[in-house]
Structures are given as C-alpha cells and as structure tokens.
C-alpha cells in the first residue's frame, strides 16, 4: 500500500474516533471543568487508533508512526509496545481488535475523569457497548478506500 494513501485512512480514522470519543462522552458532563477528554486522552486514543488501523490494513506498525506521539515514555518504548499491541491484535482478528480498543478507551477515559471529578461515582459512556458503531467507521474509513 502507498504510504501517503495508509497515512490518509490513519489520519480519517484518528479524527473519526476522536470525534466518537466526543460525542459519546461530551452528554455527561455539564461543566468544562470535569470533562476528561484532554490532550492526554487524545493522545492515547491516536495511540490505540493507529495501532487499529494498521491491522485493519494489515500492515506493520513504523517507527516513524508512533515517534510523534507525546508520551512520557521514549519513542522506542512506545513504537515497541505499539508493535506488541499490533501482533497480539492482529493474531485475534479485527473484532476482537475493535473490542479490545474499546476496553482501553473505557480505561484511559475512566482514569482521566476520575483524576478531573471531585465526586465519588462518575457516569461514562461505554465504548464497548459502542463496538458496533465503530466497527462500522473501521469500515467505512479502511475498507472502502
């Protein structure tokens, strides 16, 4: 596959999920200060969006992929534990890759809100429940390009 055209479908499905991420997420909070979808959740989710990408398109993850990405870790670290994630997706199938990345989407959002929220329990959407809808993206974004 042409690398512009993979960067292209990467980049459409980033900002898709992202936008999902959003929506589901934005109904239950009323004030910006509890809203937990920060820069370091977008940053995650374009972690688990790429890696989902790249085995829906069947192709291994690059350095050059992840090295951007702004995390804490080294780029090395991370491109390593992108390509961990990729081969133990990939080795499951593209469904079960879909409900995987929606299991640490409820992850990474649940963490951030409850570092933001003051309150003891907090409602958050399910993305799991949500497998569904973005399969269907996965579909619309990859497979008919």
Request: net charge negative; aromatic share 12%; charged share 25%.
């Amino acid at each position: 596959m042409h690398e512009t055209k993979k960067q292209n479908i990467e980049s459409n499905l980033i900002q898709r999920l992202n936008e999902l991420v959003h929506e589901k997420t934005m109904q239950f909070f009323r004030t910006k200060d509890e809203y937990p979808i920060d820069q370091n959740v977008i940053t995650a989710n374009t972690f688990y969006a790429k890696v989902l990408a790249d085995v829906a398109l069947d192709v291994e993850p690059t350095f050059d992929q992840f090295a951007p990405l702004s995390f804490s870790e080294k780029p090395d670290v991370v491109y390593q534990s992108a390509l961990y994630l990729y081969f133990c997706w990939k080795t499951l199938g593209i469904n079960a890759a879909i409900y995987n990345y929606c299991r640490n989407l409820n992850r990474i959002v649940e963490r951030s809100a409850s570092e933001k929220s003051h309150k003891e329990e907090i409602m958050l959407p399910d993305f799991v429940s949500s497998g569904a809808e973005i399969q269907e993206v996965v579909e619309q974004v990859v497979y008919k390009n």
